[in-house]
């Protein structure tokens, strides 16, 4: 712990700068204490025991890189306040200034000094390699979580740095940060009926405190897997699988055959659902002729019919899916429920062969309407970054970026894909643990690399607390 006491007779005070005391701010504060929070080490404490009420924020940095400034928000306090710096990096030497806001001047406290902690053990590792050392055009921040119990979300620096770590107990099967709510949206664990589904959900924030978790038989619909995001008005929409009973005797099957589809639900943060959709409107497994069949070892076609494995809006209100297994992705009226087009082999929109995928993942929705996704190239062991641009009016669909990744980073499946600006995209191979940042040319710059299993690796641009 380190404690920086304001005292005009005797001042002891840590500064890179050697500034002179600012004794305007002792007539606000008594002292300020820096401790690491005992349960993370990226994480410090700062508490301030203030004199009076006065509005203030705090700025911090590097001690080696003063471009690396950060700032809270404006509080307002006149007792003592804790805040809590994120997004530190490990065993680094960090300088903070106290910035008070008196009437229609900013009064600055002394500059002080604190060193982060390294990191436990037991945290996954991270390896960088640049290939290439023309700096990449966007800084930002990587999501990534450990599959494996007891679960780790992580946020990782642009250069491969831990930035930020939070323990869920459970394996994290797939996870999302949202910068608008600086929240994090998980499910965990395995459920006691289906393999790719988990036992809970859960949305943590950046301060590690919980605003959401339900176990699966708290839900109404329990069978969360493979996605979930926030919503602008803040509710929860979340990938389910939905089972339907079907009479299949056209296919040798019985007249009370169980089908399990894929829909989402949309939750309040109380996890109460407001808004269910499913794809049996759509699609009639009645009407498809391998329903009865197999999908090898993962068991019989309708125990798990398409697979749905990513969900995306627009700012409209339109609702993007992606299925695996037959390899689409549907655009979802939000507000109707009607599938608008079906993306991809067998769908309604005319594609170039080339847009046509080998398993489909991570799709995400780009601000000029182009359509990003990942196809995992299952035949051809090549994954790729593909976007397509879609002429509802005429049916039809042009490609606008094919990227081929390394074969050796290829992802069968799982895995992801992300733009990082205009020209550059990340790539997360979840089958090689490996992260790439690739130019629109298929250039790799720079490869991070880990030990623990994930399902994808999500770029966040810019996060503000």
């Not at 306040?81 to 490990?90: A, D, S, T, Y």
Request: aromatic content about 12%; overall charge negative; charged content about 20%.
């Amino acid at each position: 712990m380190r404690i920086f006491i304001f005292l005009f007779s005797l001042t002891v005070l840590l500064s890179c700068r050697q500034e002179p005391a600012d004794n305007q701010a002792t007539r606000f504060i008594s002292s300020i204490t820096a401790e690491t929070d005992p349960d993370n080490a990226l994480r410090e404490k700062i508490r301030i025991d203030f004199k009076t009420r006065v509005p203030y924020y705090i700025e911090y940095w590097k001690a080696s890189d003063e471009s690396s400034l950060r700032k809270t928000r404006r509080y307002d306090c006149n007792s003592e306040q804790e805040v809590e710096l994120l997004l530190l990096e490990p065993a680094t030497q960090y300088h903070f200034c106290v910035h008070l806001e008196d009437q229609n001047q900013i009064v600055k406290s002394d500059i002080y000094s604190f060193t982060t902690k390294g990191l436990p053990g037991w945290i996954s590792t991270y390896e960088r390699e640049d290939f290439i050392t023309e700096p990449i055009q966007k800084k930002g921040y990587i999501h990534i979580a450990s599959k494996t119990a007891p679960g780790y979300l992580f946020l990782l620096n642009d250069k491969g740095t831990i930035v930020w770590y939070q323990s869920v107990g459970k394996g994290v099967n797939v996870s999302t940060f949202d910068p608008r709510f600086n929240t994090f949206q998980c499910i965990l664990g395995n459920h006691p009926a289906n393999q790719f589904a988990g036992s809970e959900i859960l949305v943590i924030d950046l301060w590690g405190k919980i605003h959401l978790k339900k176990q699966h038989s708290e839900l109404k619909n329990g069978f969360v897997h493979h996605d979930m995001r926030r919503l602008e008005n803040g509710n929860l929409i979340v990938v389910n699988y939905v089972p339907k009973t079907f009479d299949l005797t056209k296919w040798g099957g019985t007249n009370t055959e169980t089908v399990v589809g894929d829909g989402y639900t949309i939750l309040d943060m109380t996890g109460k659902e407001v808004y269910a959709w499913d794809c049996f409107n759509e699609m009639n497994p009645q009407n498809d002729p391998d329903i009865m069949g197999t999908l090898g070892a993962l068991g019989p076609v309708r125990e798990d019919w398409l697979h749905a494995n990513s969900i995306q809006t627009d700012n409209q209100g339109y609702v993007y899916m992606s299925f695996n297994w037959i390899n689409q992705i549907w655009k979802i009226d939000g507000k109707t429920g009607k599938v608008v087009y079906r993306l991809g082999k067998d769908g309604n929109i005319n594609l170039p062969a080339e847009a046509l995928t080998q398993g489909v993942h991570s799709v995400s929705i780009a601000e000029n309407g182009n359509i990003l996704f990942l196809d995992n190239g299952q035949e051809t062991a090549i994954s790729r970054a593909v976007a397509v641009s879609v002429n509802e009016s005429g049916r039809e669909g042009n490609i606008n970026l094919n990227i081929s990744f390394p074969k050796e980073y290829s992802t069968k499946f799982q895995g992801s894909v992300y733009p990082l600006s205009d020209n550059f995209y990340l790539y997360g191979s979840s089958n090689k643990n490996a992260i790439l940042f690739s130019d629109s040319s298929g250039e790799i710059y720079r490869k991070i690399t880990t030990k623990h299993a994930f399902f994808r690796a999500e770029y966040i641009p810019e996060i503000n607390y």
